[in-house]
């Protein structure tokens, strides 16, 4: 039997962090002066929020943590989602770099390992923004509001 190990997909990583990139920009086009912004979420008689932070700007990379607000979770056992991105603004990507208190992904992990962390962690946790902010996008509710600039 071939040893069959995970090996990273270079193309695809960078365009999910490119599409991230635009997602994250879509989403807080304010960035650059604003400090957070809020989206609301419906889930039926619930909802979700999640809200995006500044945490460190510097002149050619942000630092953005987005996160689950809702204390009144039906879960309470499993922690709410966490995701610290740091922002590239000369390439347009923005890449995760902190989940859940876990930081400096690998592109590969042996596995087993102490961590338990699985091969492919990194493009896990890219993919898991993926899927968040792509969840904002088509159904997010702004909580935060949007101030147009227009010709008056």
């Not at 039906?74 to 709410?80: D, G, N, Q, S, V």
């Not at 896990?124 to 935060?144: D, F, I, K, W």
Request: proline share 7%; glycine share 2%.
């Amino acid at each position: 039997m071939r040893d069959r190990r995970y090996s990273v997909n270079l193309p695809a990583h960078m365009a999910e962090c490119d599409a991230n990139y635009l997602r994250i920009h879509k989403l807080f086009p304010a960035m650059a002066e604003a400090d957070e912004r809020t989206f609301v979420l419906p889930n039926g008689d619930r909802s979700l929020t999640l809200r995006f932070e500044v945490v460190e700007r510097a002149p050619y990379t942000t630092l953005l943590r987005l996160s689950q607000q809702d204390d009144d979770r039906e879960t309470p056992w499993l922690p709410a989602p966490e995701l610290v991105i740091r922002l590239y603004h000369d390439a347009k990507c923005a890449e995760v770099v902190e989940f859940q208190n876990a930081r400096k992904f690998r592109a590969v992990y042996r596995y087993p390992n102490p961590a338990m962390r699985q091969p492919d962690e990194k493009a896990q946790v890219n993919r898991l923004l993926s899927e968040l902010l792509a969840l904002c996008l088509e159904h997010g509710l702004t909580a935060t509001p949007v101030l147009a600039s227009g010709d008056d």
